[in-house]
């Protein structure tokens, strides 16, 4: 196919490659930026729900843009309040003996949940969608 090809020929595609190298880096940043604006995008999009179960059951779901405190209260007097604040959450009182779950601290990540033993609940952070997402850890293993 390079048959019959001169110099002059020769050198104007050198340049052509050099030119298309360009492009090529361009495109390449370009696309890194594009799946670095994506992740961020479905990062704060993933990360959107606040959803409490008693025994496996969802009792409460609200968004975790929405600032508030809950309280999710049992029929057997179990009552434990929790607090949404700028894409934080964390368990502000509970009626619980160990009070354990007010100590778990802020939880603003898929990889952590707060639990309630004695109230058998669990707060956890979901999708739009309502799927459990896997944990942080997971997520990476899919974007690298
Ligand atoms: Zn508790």
Not at 108 to 114: E, Q, T
Request: glycine letters at 8%.
């Amino acid at each position: 196919m390079l048959q019959g090809k001169g110099d002059a020929e020769f050198t104007q595609v050198n340049g052509m490659l050099k030119r298309r190298d360009l492009i090529i880096i361009v495109l390449l940043l370009a696309v890194a930026l594009g799946f670095y604006l994506i992740s961020q995008y479905m990062g704060s999009r993933q990360v959107s729900q606040v959803v409490a179960r008693i025994n496996g059951e969802v009792v409460f779901r609200e968004s975790l843009l929405k600032n508030g405190a809950y309280d999710i209260p049992q029929a057997d007097g179990n009552e434990n309040r929790i607090r949404v604040e700028n894409g934080v959450v964390w368990m502000e009182s509970a009626n619980c003996p160990d009070a354990l779950c007010i100590h778990q601290g802020k939880m603003r990540s898929m990889a952590k949940s707060i639990v309630c033993l004695p109230h058998n609940l669990v707060i956890t952070l979901e999708a739009d969608s309502g799927e459990q997402l896997p944990p942080e850890d997971g997520i990476d293993v899919i974007l690298y």
